[in-house]
């Protein structure tokens, strides 16, 4: 079996003839070749013609071809001769379809759809796009490319195709907030000539991120409240958005932060912000009030804004004093116009409600009006005495100060004064009997004194009171001596050490008593301390014998005997008089009427006897109280003349004890 190719273009018209070669046989005549014929087939026909015993074979398409259908078509054509038995030859036949670019390119979908994270990242592929084309070779080569859709160019730009394999790759920032959904129009197309091709449709839907933080727009109405200023009352208006979407553009607002304030929904994200509790600008003048607004996103976005609210003052505190008493010293004698203090209140108000002035308020138990006695400065509190006063007539007196704000309305507030007058009129004294006029203050030591010796004792006495009667001795010449040392508060001298042969037998020194006044008054004294060899050569008569430094001084336990004999002594007479009272009267005192006895806040007592009446006063220090009796202007009770008798007689033995 022979074979035959033949190369058809399936573009070929039905109609047109392909030839075919003959069959050759060595026969002749009626054993030649007769006859030919073609395998059935629905696209060929064979057409054997005899001219002038010339034979052509052909074949004659009568259906076009389509190579997409049918690349290849086997025929078999067979030659039959006229001898008997026939005898036939076949040849093979294989007609090969050409391909022309007769078919477009084929997308696998005309429409696809695809969802996309914004914020893709740059070079991320998002689809692949797939065609066909039936056609083969260079007319099946097929090449994709982006065209704009409804002249979106800025979404076009946002993706890139890649030209042969059709992937869809990111090439720019994808935004939800711009583009939440894109359209891209994509074509395929052929290599052939003439090239063809065909589109498709790539719907892409963005996915949103949450990446974007709520935005806040605040107004405020008022950025300077007044500190009583009303709960509900509106400071600013809230606006708050979000450009994402689902729960990723859902915002909720708050404030950050304790506050006398809150947020009040208006409608959808919208707020006021308004009072809520007390304001007090002496505890918080300026509020810096933080607002939050975070979306419901995973994970959630936040914002925040500030607004600063500045608390303006009203009159609501007033004036205060450090105390409620003040208490102030005034020297005795002092110059008229002296200062005798500074009162001073704060007002935590400010501005003209904290401006302050002070008066001078009079006290009722004051038998002087005050304003007599001191004055005071309006603007500065600082008071001053008018007169000079004396502690012996009077110790103390007490007045108010009232201070009051500048504000409407005004308020105000006193404080008490107590003034004090310091008594430091009268120098110490010393006593006998250092003291005693043209006297030689001399004492004599031995040589052979140990450290400690007692040496002398010096006394001395204040007539001023408390603080200021307060006396310290002093050793003031020699200065720099080694040999004596005086008690500050004992008045005693001693030796510091034992003598020595470059002492000196004769010691000088001057001893100096001081108050505790200001300023401190003063006593100065003198006394030879000479040295003898034994205590043999000591010519005084009496000498007193040195004793230990105790917790107490003799003085003070001289004045305890005295003490304790005067009020024995009183007990036994007040028995004595009693019972001779008794003696002489008739046993019945109902003719005596009950003394009426008082006591003064002095420390003074008064009695009142038949007709007359009799103050007895006492000193508050023992060794100086005297007894006076006064009569007395007021008419007598009806008291018992035995009690009276018995009173007046006893003041009479205590004073001659005294």
């Not at 190369?7 to 047109?16: A, F, L, W």
């Not at 074979?57 to 071809?65: D, P, R, T």
């Not at 005086?486 to 004769?506: A, F, Q, W, Y």
Request: glycine share 4%.
């Amino acid at each position: 079996m022979h074979l035959e190719i033949l190369n058809i273009t399936e573009v070929s018209s039905p109609g047109e003839t392909f030839s075919l070669p003959l069959a050759e046989d060595p026969d002749s005549g009626n054993n030649a070749v007769t006859t030919y014929k073609l395998s059935p087939n629905e696209h060929f026909s064979l057409d054997v013609q005899n001219v002038e015993q010339s034979v052509t074979i052909e074949l004659v398409l009568i259906k076009a071809l389509d190579r997409e259908k049918q690349p290849a078509i086997h025929l078999t054509l067979t030659a039959v001769d006229g001898g008997k038995p026939a005898l036939s030859g076949t040849l093979e036949i294989i007609i090969n379809v050409l391909d022309v670019n007769d078919n477009s390119p084929v997308f696998s979908k005309s429409l696809y759809k695809v969802k996309v994270n914004e914020n893709i990242a740059l070079g991320s592929q998002i689809i692949s796009l797939s065609a066909s084309d039936l056609d083969e070779g260079i007319n099946s080569d097929i090449t994709f490319s982006i065209y704009s859709f409804h002249g979106h160019t800025d979404e076009m730009n946002l993706f890139i195709i890649n030209s042969n394999s059709g992937e869809i790759v990111v090439q720019g920032q994808i935004d939800y907030e711009e583009h939440p959904a894109i359209e891209l129009r994509v074509q395929a197309r052929d290599k052939g000539v003439p090239p063809k091709s065909t589109h498709c449709n790539v719907l892409i839907e963005v996915v949103d991120e949450n990446d974007n933080a709520p935005e806040i727009v605040m107004s405020p109405l008022l950025e300077i409240m007044k500190e009583d200023t009303k709960s509900g009352t509106a400071v600013a208006l809230v606006a708050v958005s979000d450009k994402d979407g689902g729960k990723n553009g859902i915002v909720h607002c708050a404030l950050k932060g304790s506050y006398p304030f809150k947020l009040e929904t208006s409608y959808n994200n919208h707020y006021s912000l308004v009072v809520d509790g007390p304001l007090d600008r002496e505890s918080v003048s300026l509020y810096n009030i933080t607002i939050t607004a975070a979306d419901e996103g995973t994970p959630p976005l936040s914002s925040s804004t500030l607004i600063t609210v500045h608390i303006s003052d009203v009159n609501d505190n007033a004036p205060h004093f450090p105390a409620p008493v003040i208490n102030a010293f005034l020297r005795e004698n002092g110059q008229a116009g002296g200062l005798v203090t500074r009162v001073s209140a704060d007002d935590s108000d400010t501005g003209e409600n904290a401006a302050l002035s002070y008066s001078l308020l009079d006290s009722s138990s004051s038998s002087v009006p005050i304003i007599i006695l001191i004055n005071i400065n309006s603007l500065s509190g600082e008071i001053f005495s008018l007169h000079s006063i004396d502690h012996e007539e009077t110790r103390r007196f007490q007045f108010q100060v009232m201070a009051t704000d500048s504000g409407v309305p005004p308020l105000s507030s006193n404080a008490t004064v107590n003034v004090f007058i310091l008594d430091n009129d009268n120098s110490p004294v010393i006593l006998p009997s250092y003291s005693e006029p043209g006297s030689v203050n001399s004492e004599n030591i031995p040589y052979s004194a140990e450290a400690g010796y007692f040496v002398a004792k010096i006394r001395a006495v204040d007539a001023d009171s408390e603080y200021n009667a307060l006396l310290s001795y002093h050793l003031t010449e020699p200065k720099g001596t080694n040999l004596f040392l005086t008690g500050s508060s004992t008045g005693e001298i001693r030796t510091t050490r034992r003598m020595s042969d470059n002492d000196l037998k004769t010691h000088p020194l001057l001893i100096t008593v001081s108050d505790n006044g200001e300023p401190s008054l003063s006593a100065t004294m003198s006394m030879d301390v000479v040295v003898v060899e034994s205590l043999d050569d000591i010519k005084t008569p009496f000498r007193e014998v040195p004793v230990k430094e105790e917790s107490f001084s003799d003085l003070n336990l001289y004045l305890l005997i005295a003490i304790v004999s005067v009020s024995v002594i009183f007990l036994l007479s007040l028995v004595v008089l009693i019972a001779v009272k008794c003696y002489r009267t008739d046993g019945s005192f109902s003719r005596y009427s009950a003394p009426v006895i008082s006591t003064h806040p002095d420390g003074s007592w008064s009695f009142s006897k038949s007709t007359q009446q009799y103050d007895v006063c006492f000193s508050s220090d023992t060794i100086k109280s005297d007894v006076v009796v006064f009569p007395s202007p007021f008419p007598p009770a009806d008291a018992d003349i035995f009690f009276s008798d018995v009173y007046v007689e006893f003041s009479f033995i205590l004073f001659i004890f005294l």
